[in-house]
């Protein structure tokens, strides 16, 4: 694992997580953000600069680089070490020191990814490309576009491929896992792609992963097919262009989301470069959620078409239910994204994307075009037809103001609509159970932050440590269990050793404690960690003595004075110890060495005449 560790100390956690679309911002000595793992309109999730490690406080993911780069991208280790390694440039170890049979076969498959766009683009550009570089040019996609989305051609033979694998001398037991081939019933293979335009599909990352591919022949279908689910792609969490999108969609902050890949392509070209496509596919919550943690605006430009009407009506259920910010493209003409701006040109599309309607607008002039609002009935339907949208608003002060404009909008009383909104919104939503959570003390956290960030901290307080009972009674317990084992074996204690022996409830328990921020503002550290320290030790003195005066009592109850006074001298024993120590503390801390050497003696002679 020493290259493991050799990379995160050399790349920087919070540039990584802002290049995968969250936007943090610096709060004291962390960042903060939206968390790209679940939906929040609040910031919980921080990262430290330092620790290069973020931990969420709602969805309590947690972890260090690799961990975030595994998560976001749905990968192995060896794949996450591998993409941060090529991004900073630093050449990694053999494959097999790191990489288990699924990563070994991954990194298999991305290779046969790479054999097979090189066959597809040699093919567009050869003879046998004729027929799609003719489809190409009717469809006014020029040369350097074609260059620039690395379009290419799949022959008809069936066997281009099967043949580039077996001169590569890939196992069989390869082919059919890689999506490029397909295996008949009597074993033989083909190619999965025949005659079809190529469209190749990347992952964030701008590695190919699967293809798309276009008939060129009126009885070929379907008329689009994608790879097959593999290892390496899965269409659910895909979105076409994004790798080369998601710069722009930072900077516009807001994404173009089409369906088609002829579309994303037209739209990029006309220079709209903050345009994806679902791939062909319906939209998914999965994709939805890769856009947010670029942005949450979002204008959604479907085919004019019913069928592209419909999809588009979907997709906001699923775009509300991550808080998107949702308008919609309306193109005149019975135009798709990529013949509009063909024929009317990148300004007429601006103008467009300016007009586009906020999503409720857009839901009830479709139900307007349907019914008639001169009737209740036809109110209520077109209530109705928005209700589904509405019941996926949390806010409730959002709700308000959506009401008072769709009742302004259809011409019908406030009062009604927010009144059908509420019992929307309640027919949805169940009663939320609240878990109890685990509390930690200040004086337990603050001692801790000094434990981990501060030296002299470390070499002062680390020996108290044991001496301490209270310590592994508390909320904390076994992080400091885990320090004084770590400080025992003769390591160096620092957060990364203490969260590696820890299980991962007490990594979340470590998280909070690292991302609080009970620290700041206390100057010296050395000072607060005395602070801390004293109030703990008074704590278990506290507990002590509750103990002491139990055995009291219940001694007393058992008619055993012997007891009730071993126990009642027990608890002014430790009173007299207390004391003594605090006042060494207060003699240390002030500088008085010969005060300290003094009532450390008197502490000894103490101890030494309750144990003779």
């Known amino acids: 694992m020493e290259f493991a560790e050799q990379l995160k100390s050399s790349v920087d956690i919070v540039s990584v997580i802002q290049e995968y679309g969250p936007r943090l911002r610096k709060s004291g000595n962390n960042y903060s953000g939206l968390c790209p793992f679940h939906n929040e309109k609040t910031p919980s999730f921080s990262v430290s600069a330092t620790k290069q490690f973020y931990y969420c406080f709602g969805c309590h993911a947690k972890g260090d680089v690799i961990n975030f780069v595994m998560e976001i991208e749905k990968v192995s280790f060896y794949e996450a070490l591998k993409t941060l390694a090529e991004r900073h440039g630093i050449p990694m170890p053999k494959r097999s020191q790191y990489a288990d049979e699924d990563s070994k076969l991954r990194g298999v498959v991305f290779q046969m990814h790479e054999y097979a766009q090189e066959n597809f683009r040699a093919n567009l550009n050869g003879s046998m490309g004729e027929s799609a570089r003719a489809y190409l040019a009717r469809r006014g996609v020029s040369p350097e576009t074609v ?29 059919e896992p890689s999506g490029l081939v397909r295996k008949r019933d009597d074993g033989t293979f083909y190619d999965y792609f025949r005659n079809r335009l190529m469209f190749p599909i990347h992952n964030e990352s701008g590695k190919i992963i699967g293809f798309g ?27 076409y262009n994004l790798h080369r999108a998601k710069e722009a969609i930072r900077k516009d902050d807001r994404v173009i989301l089409v369906e088609g890949y002829m579309d994303a392509i037209g739209v990029t070209a006309a220079g709209f470069r903050a345009v994806v496509a679902s791939c062909g596919t319906a939209l998914t919550a999965h994709q939805v959620q890769v856009l947010k943690r670029h942005t949450q605006k979002i204008a959604v430009n479907f085919d004019p078409d019913a069928p592209g009407a419909n ?17 919609i493209v309306e193109l005149d003409g019975e135009l798709d994204p990529d013949e509009y701006c063909k024929q009317r040109g990148a300004g007429a599309y601006q103008e467009r994307l300016d007009k586009a309607k906020g999503y409720l607008y857009w839901l009830a002039d479709r139900a307007r075009a349907k019914y008639d609002v001169h009737t209740s009935e036809g109110i209520v339907a077109v209530l109705k037809s928005v209700m589904p949208a509405v019941q996926r608003i949390s806010d409730r002060l959002e709700r308000m103001a959506i009401a008072n404009d769709v009742a302004s909008y259809i ?40 434990l981990l ?12 440590l044991p001496r301490i009972e209270i310590l ?30 820890l299980e991962p409830a007490d990594q979340g328990l470590l998280a909070q404690v690292v991302f609080s921020a009970e620290t700041e503002g206390h100057e010296p550290a050395l000072d607060y960690g005395y602070q ?3 109030s703990l030790q008074r704590l278990e003195g506290q507990l002590r003595s509750t103990e002491l005066e139990a055995r009291v009592k219940q001694a007393e109850r058992a008619g055993d004075l012997t007891a009730a006074l071993r126990a009642a001298g027990e608890d002014g024993e430790r009173k007299r110890r207390a004391y003594l120590e605090a006042r060494i503390k207060q003699a240390e801390r002030a500088g008085n060495q010969a005060e300290a050497s003094r009532l450390a003696d008197e502490l000894r002679r103490m101890e030494k005449g309750a144990a003779s």
């Open 532 to 534: 801390c320290l004293e």
């Open 472 to 501: 592994l009674r508390l909320a904390t317990g076994r992080i400091y269990q885990a320090i004084m084992a770590i400080q025992a074996s003769g390591s160096p204690v620092a957060f990364e050793s203490v969260n590696a022996r």
């Open 213 to 239: 591919g276009r008939a060129l022949a009126a009885d070929d279908n379907p008329k689009y097919l994608n790879s097959p689910e593999t290892l390496i792609y899965k269409k659910s969490a895909v979105l």
């Open 411 to 450: 011409g019908v009383d406030r009062g009604m609509v927010l009144d059908s909104f509420r019992k929307a919104v309640a027919d949805r939503q169940p009663n939320a159970i609240e878990r109890p959570k685990e509390v930690i003390r200040a004086d337990e956290k603050g001692l801790l932050n000094v």
């Open 147 to 175: 260059d620039q989305f690395g379009l290419g051609y799949s022959d008809r033979s069936g066997r281009a491929l099967l043949r580039i694998l077996e001169q590569r001398n890939f196992p069989v037991a390869q082919w």
């Open 311 to 327: 999809a588009a009506e979907r997709s906001i259920n699923l775009l509300l239910e991550e808080g998107m910010h949702i308008h």
């Open 453 to 464: 960030s501060d030296v002299e901290g470390r070499e002062r307080f680390l020996p108290e």
